[in-house]
């Protein structure tokens, strides 16, 4: 499934600050980060349910999931892309954003956004 489609899931369920992280050509780890925020817990477990219910009916499946116990940072990792769900103020703190600044990075915003 291609990041954008992942993206879309996240808009889904109003994720905001998604951003696309190509980070094929700087780490083997994975091909994409896909990064976004939630402004709580209840919406933190949401978009990951609904990320995980939608690529499981298209037969993709993580090698693995974190956090759904504390819902501040849920990590989904499926090999070619991993999934990062924050809760906004855990996304400030741990700053993925800037770690990984030397990747292409695409925003995507919510077609009511500007």
Request: proline share 3%; with cysteine; net charge positive.
């Amino acid at each position: 499934m291609k990041p954008i489609k992942i993206a879309e899931l996240m808009l889904e369920k109003k994720a905001n600050d998604i951003k696309i992280f190509d980070v094929k050509n700087i780490t083997t780890m994975t091909d994409h980060f896909i990064v976004c925020s939630s402004d709580s817990e209840p919406q933190t477990k949401a978009i990951a349910n609904n990320i995980e219910r939608t690529l499981k009916k298209n037969g993709i499946k993580p090698t693995n999931i974190e956090g759904q116990n504390k819902l501040e940072w849920i990590l989904m990792d499926y090999i070619t892309f991993i999934i990062h769900i924050f809760r906004s103020d855990k996304r400030q703190f741990y700053d993925l954003d800037r770690l990984w600044a030397d990747a292409k990075i695409t925003s995507i915003k919510d077609k009511d956004e500007k």
